[in-house]
Nanobody
Framework: QVQLVESGGGLVQPGGSLRLSCAAS????????MGWYRQAPGKARDLVAG???????NYAGSVQGRFTISRDNAKNTVYLQMDSLKSEDTAVYYC??????????WGQGTQVTVSS
């Protein structure tokens, strides 16, 4: 099993920045991709960004150029640097980790609120 603990959410003004962290433990040797989804009230959970073990990344079009995903394999941690935040970025952000042939694991979620 894989356990994911995420942190870094909070309240920021439009144009501000936050950095989310997600640390993995347990069966980390089998983890390939990691990343982030987000879900606003009454809406579907959508992919924000993902990163493979080798460092290949992908982003939702709505965050391209504003968010940066990275990972530190030595610390078993994935990060999401969020800059130029907008009110539409307000959501609960969920970290995920994919383990080959074992499925997807989820973090507990962290609230990000962008408001003036």
């Amino acid at each position: 099993q894989v356990q994911l603990v995420e942190s870094g959410g909070g309240l920021v003004q439009p144009g501000g920045s936050l950095r989310l962290s997600c640390a993995a433990s347990g069966g980390i040797f089998a983890i390939n991709a990691m990343g982030w989804y987000r879900q606003a009230p009454g809406k579907a959970r959508d992919l924000v960004a993902g990163i493979t073990q080798g460092g290949s990344t992908n982003y939702a079009g709505s965050v391209q150029g504003r968010f940066t995903i990275s990972r530190d394999n030595a610390k078993n941690t994935v990060y999401l640097q969020m800059d130029s935040l907008k009110s539409e970025d307000t959501a609960v952000y969920y970290c995920y980790a994919d383990r080959t042939l074992s499925g997807r694991y989820w973090g507990q979620g962290t609230q990000v609120t962008v408001s003036s």
